[in-house]
């Protein structure tokens, strides 16, 4: 199933998070950050930004409850 250009584009409060690295986008594709990969898709969720931990490096660390 493809995803539509509305559901790939992360909605206001929500942010794409890879959760094999911590790198994020508001774009599940990556179009609005350069350091997003193809891997990063694959293992992406959609997550509350509210909820996000980040470390030094601007990566999530922890995802609170």
Do not use: H, Q
Not at 5 to 13: V, Y
Not at 17 to 41: F, N, R
């Amino acid at each position: 199933m493809a995803i539509d250009m509305i559901d790939r584009i992360a909605p206001a409060g929500k942010i794409w998070v890879c959760m094999a690295c911590g790198k994020t986008s508001k774009d599940l594709y990556g179009d609005d950050t350069p350091w997003w990969d193809a891997s990063c898709v694959m293992n992406s969720s959609l997550v509350d930004e509210d909820k996000l931990v980040f470390g030094e490096d601007r990566r999530v660390v922890t995802i609170k409850d």
